[in-house]
């Protein structure tokens, strides 16, 4: 469990750096991330490279006994770059092409600007890879912030036609996979096929699941061109990326696996005010961020590589959302300690000191400009004395997967058939429905070996690969597939045999027809003789099976074969929550009717709550009487946090 700060010693003046350091150390800080924006400072000019101030800002971090994490530039090519070679930068949808004067300018698909991060990151890498201080490495800083996974330059264009030629061999084949026949969409050679812009109406979405998938490849290999350096030029050292909170436009299963460990950059507040969430939720946790936010996205993150961590925790207002409110105090120590509940390895502040000019002006450090501390500098000191009490509680195993992919979310996003729907949206609410069972929850991909979990849910996945088939096949945990499981072939097809496609293999039944519900249209389902709602989405199924729940016309809603279960239709909250928890209990699992504000996780022999409401809470029912407190107590203040041994 180990703590650090966002440091940009290029920020202040060389008198400060010591004393920034000594007070990290003070504080309980171990690990010190710099360096990733700094490519105009490292070489200012083509070919000329100054290391001398930034070996210095590392001798003094060192002799403070801190360790570093060594950002790569790839992030902010500077403008001498961009000048050089304006071909390397990105093309948006509308055709054009991005400035500079902020950053994440470059295009995943420019070969010459590949070369060039091969080249600083090489130099990097020579200078700073064997030195004592330096335990690990993040590849460039959030691929994709400000949507720049896709590119529509020229030299995507060309990288496009490359990847579909290697993919389908022959443009026969595309136009089958596509459906090209439609509107006489037939390419003749892969030359003639463009991305999937600039259409009059809707492009085929085959053809634009095709592009977000050579786009997120793009991603990877660009990664991977960094990795390969650093693991050969760094011995030893641990590489990440920082992931961000709810985005998918690349695919974070393949980038993980190249990572020692997955981090991601928490933003609760910056989130929340531009999440969707109704009003109402938006006023109640203002303070606080969505209560399950943060975590589903530790609970995602850790399926993505062996390890996890947060590589930027918000530490107080920050300035990218369209409202900006500070948190309650103790949030932040909050915020950390839930990381670490559910098994992060690095809790990092973004940043150590507010910066007093450019963009970022007015985003909170853990030091206010004048260089006093902010209000979240205790709050960091506090986490630092915490982490003693709870030091060696290792995560384990989750009973519950949830079914996460990447794939699946751009085949909902390209067509979803209704307003809001899509993959992430039906997944985050199966998470919040599971948390209010008091459930620990790992976030699989349909990959993930699945032996040993009670109860696996498939929150929508359209596309059901064989290993996916046969690792449920082989599985004796209650399964729930929710509607539109199975509903689409991988090339974008509604399947020969109908929804949900090769799970008819294990539960026998049909998909007949599907209908998509305006917002505030709700369907009764009778379950044990009261009535509860379906929205969003509602399916006719043909089958012979059990049927445990019907829509009020007759209509099978719940049908059941065994330890299978399949959903058809989107249930409200309620109605959900009790089909779970009815599995869950059949399946031996221990389920706890949780207060709305409070969620509750384990970590080895440790049992957390938090507190995300503005009101006090008791933990009666939620933890046992005379439990054996490490953290808090039964009585949870807003923002609290227990923990107590189980
Ligand atoms: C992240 C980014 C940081 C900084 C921060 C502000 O998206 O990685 O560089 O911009 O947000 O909250």
Not at 341 to 359: E, I, K, M, N, T
Request: proline share 7%.
């Amino acid at each position: 469990m180990r703590l650090g700060v966002c440091y940009y010693p290029e920020h202040w003046p060389k008198q400060r750096w010591a004393i920034d350091a000594e007070q990290m150390a003070k504080l309980g800080i171990s690990h010190v991330r710099l360096g990733e924006f700094a490519w105009a400072r490292f070489e200012p000019e083509p070919g000329q490279y100054d290391w001398a101030w930034f070996d210095e800002a590392i001798e003094v971090l060192h002799a403070a006994g801190l360790k570093l994490i060594l950002g790569t530039p790839t992030a902010t090519p500077p403008k001498w770059l961009v000048d050089q070679d304006p071909s390397m930068l990105a093309v948006d949808a509308e055709g054009r092409t991005r400035g500079f004067g902020s950053r994440r300018h470059y295009c995943f698909s420019s070969a010459s600007y590949r070369a060039e991060c091969r080249r600083i990151v090489t130099a990097m890498a020579q200078r700073y890879g064997e030195h004592p201080a330096v335990v690990m490495w993040q590849t460039d800083n959030e691929y994709g912030c400000h949507d720049t996974v896709e590119s529509y330059s020229q030299n995507a264009r060309a990288a496009f036609r490359v990847w579909l030629k290697a993919r389908y061999g022959d443009v026969t084949a595309l136009n089958t996979a596509w459906g090209n026949v439609f509107w006489s969409m037939e390419y003749r050679s892969f030359d003639e096929v463009d991305p999937p812009v600039g259409t009059v109406t809707e492009p085929n979405p085959s053809h634009v699941v095709d592009y977000q998938r050579f786009c997120s490849d793009q991603v990877a290999s660009f990664n991977a061109e960094q990795v390969e350096i650093l693991r050969r030029l760094s011995p030893g050292r641990e590489i990440t990326h920082n992931f961000m909170g709810a985005f998918t436009a690349f695919d974070h299963h393949k980038v993980g696996a190249d990572m020692d460990l997955a981090t991601w950059d928490s933003y609760p507040l910056g989130f929340l005010d531009m999440s969707p969430f109704p009003d109402a939720m938006k006023q109640r946790y203002l303070r606080q961020g969505h209560p399950d936010f943060q975590a589903f996205h530790h609970d995602l993150y850790r399926g993505c590589s062996s390890r996890w961590g947060v590589m930027e925790q918000q530490p107080g207002p920050v300035n990218w959302a369209p409202n900006n409110p500070a948190p309650l105090d103790g949030m932040v120590r909050l915020w950390s300690l839930e990381a670490f509940a559910h098994g992060a390895d690095l809790v990092s502040w973004f940043r150590w000191r507010q910066c007093p000019y450019a963009q970022e002006q007015m985003h909170a450090g853990l030091l206010r400009v004048d260089a006093e501390p902010a209000p979240a500098f205790a709050e960091a000191g506090q986490v630092a004395r915490d982490l003693k009490q709870i030091a060696g509680a290792l995560p384990q195993q989750a009973p519950v997967a949830l079914l996460w992919s990447y794939d699946g979310q751009w085949i909902h996003h390209a067509q979803p058939q209704g307003e809001g729907l899509d993959l992430l949206r039906q997944t985050y609410e199966t998470y919040t429905v599971l948390r209010r069972l008091g459930l620990d929850i790992d976030i699989v991909p349909p990959q993930a070996d699945l032996d040993g979990y009670r109860l696996i849910i498939l929150p929508g996945l359209p596309h059901l690969s064989e290993t996916l088939m046969a690792s449920l096949s082989a599985s004796s945990a209650q399964i729930i597939a929710l509607c539109r499981t199975g509903s689409k072939t991988q090339s974008f097809q509604i399947p020969a045999n109908l929804a949900p496609g090769p799970m008819q293999a294990l539960l026998a039944l049909k998909v007949t027809r599907v209908e998509s519900l305006r917002e505030g249209i709700v369907e009764a389902v009778e379950l044990h003789g009261e009535q509860r709602g379906v929205e969003r989405w509602r399916e006719a199924v043909e089958t012979d099976l059990p049927v445990q729940a019907r829509y009020r016309d007759g209509a099978p809603f719940w049908v059941r074969d065994g330890h299978l279960s399949y959903l058809a239709g989107w249930p409200q909250p309620e109605l959900l929550g009790h089909i779970i928890a009815t599995l869950a209990l059949e399946a031996g699992m221990e389920i706890a009717l949780t207060h709305e504000d409070v969620r509750l996780r384990t970590l080895g022999n440790l049992r957390f709550a938090f507190n995300y409401g503005p009101e006090p809470v008791s933990l009666a029912g939620m933890a046992p009487d005379g439990a054996d407190f490490v953290l808090g107590s039964a009585e949870l203040a807003p923002a609290g946090v227990a923990a107590w041994r189980l």
